[in-house]
């Protein structure tokens, strides 16, 4: 169970994350070529938040750090992008990009990892839990006899 504490310190992890990304993104130039692949990898990392958002804070989580990156977004490519209808397209391809991973990971965390984990945890926390075999009356010879089951 996530304790207050530990989940301020993830949420302000994460806005820092969006607002490294954002701000990165912002800043770095399309042109000349060379700083265009800067911008592109950036644009790339957009899809990071959401995912780790999805891991720390299920179905909700995700869905508002891709609201978050997605609003982050549309203004970037709104405003670096007037009257380039052609990459503004492109842009909004990306932006749905977003939120489909933002959906399915938050999806996925929340019907499948979170509960599999929780019941991994119930079983280890149980008095009955243990990480060594149990011995079902051997006496601590190799198995199959003197050599090991070879003949």
């Avoid at 994460?14 to 042109?31: C, F, N, R």
């Amino acid at each position: 169970m996530n304790r207050p504490d530990d989940t301020r310190k993830k949420a302000f992890i994460l806005a820092a994350l969006v607002g490294s990304i954002a701000l990165l993104h912002y800043i770095t130039p399309t042109e000349p070529h060379n700083y265009h692949v800067i911008h592109i990898a950036l644009r790339k990392l957009y899809f990071l938040p959401p995912v780790v958002a999805a891991a720390w804070f299920g179905l909700r989580g995700a869905i508002v750090t891709t609201a978050a990156v997605s609003l982050l977004f549309t203004f970037h490519a709104i405003l670096d992008w007037p009257g380039n209808y052609m990459e503004q397209a492109n842009q909004m391809g990306e932006l749905a990009s977003f939120c489909v991973v933002g959906l399915v990971s938050g999806t996925v965390n929340s019907n499948f990892i979170s509960p599999m984990s929780t019941q991994l945890r119930k079983m280890m926390d149980s008095p009955s839990a243990t990480c060594l075999p149990h011995s079902g009356g051997h006496d601590g010879g190799t198995a199959g006899g003197r050599n090991g089951g070879m003949m």
